[in-house]
C-alpha cells in the first residue's frame, strides 16, 4: 500500500503562485508514475501532470504547459506541483496520484492505483 499527502493549497489571487507537495509513504518502491489531477465543482477529474519516478518523463495536458511544472525529490519521496500565473478557472480540489504502470500521455484515472486526499486551491481576482 502507498499513501499519500497533497499540501500547498491556499488562496491566492489571480497571477499569483502555489507550490503543491506530494508525500508519498509506505511501499514506494513499487511505484512509476506520479500524476497530479485537479477538479473544479461539477466538473470531472481533470489530468494535468504524469511524472516517472525514475528518468525524465513528463507529461502535461496542454492547458498547463508553460504554466505549471512538476518535479521531485525521491531522497524525500515527495513530488511538486508549481502552479504559476494563476486564472480563476484552476480553482479546484488538486489530487495527486501514484501508478505501479508507466506513465502515459493519456491521464486517465483508472491508470492511477493509490490516491491523495486533495488539497483546495483557489484563485480569486
Known amino acids: 500500500q502507498v499513501q499519500l499527502v497533497e499540501s500547498g493549497g491556499g488562496s491566492v489571487q489571480a497571477g499569483g503562485s502555489l507550490r503543491l507537495s506530494c508525500a508519498a509513504s509506505?511501499?514506494?518502491?513499487?511505484?512509476?508514475?506520479m500524476g497530479w489531477f485537479r477538479q473544479a465543482p461539477g466538473q470531472e477529474r481533470e489530468g494535468l501532470v504524469g511524472?516517472?519516478?525514475?528518468?525524465?518523463?513528463?507529461y502535461y495536458t496542454d492547458s498547463v504547459k508553460g504554466q505549471f511544472t512538476s518535479s521531485r525529490d525521491n531522497a524525500k519521496n515527495t513530488v511538486y506541483l508549481q502552479m504559476n500565473g494563476l486564472k480563476p478557472e484552476a480553482t479546484a480540489m488538486y489530487y495527486c496520484a501514484a501508478s505501479v504502470d508507466y506513465c502515459f500521455t493519456d491521464f486517465r484515472e483508472a491508470r492511477f492505483n493509490y490516491w491523495g486526499q486533495g488539497t483546495q486551491v483557489t484563485v480569486s481576482l
Open positions: 509506505g511501499y514506494t518502491a513499487s511505484i512509476d508514475c
Open positions: 511524472m516517472a519516478l525514475f528518468g525524465s518523463i513528463t
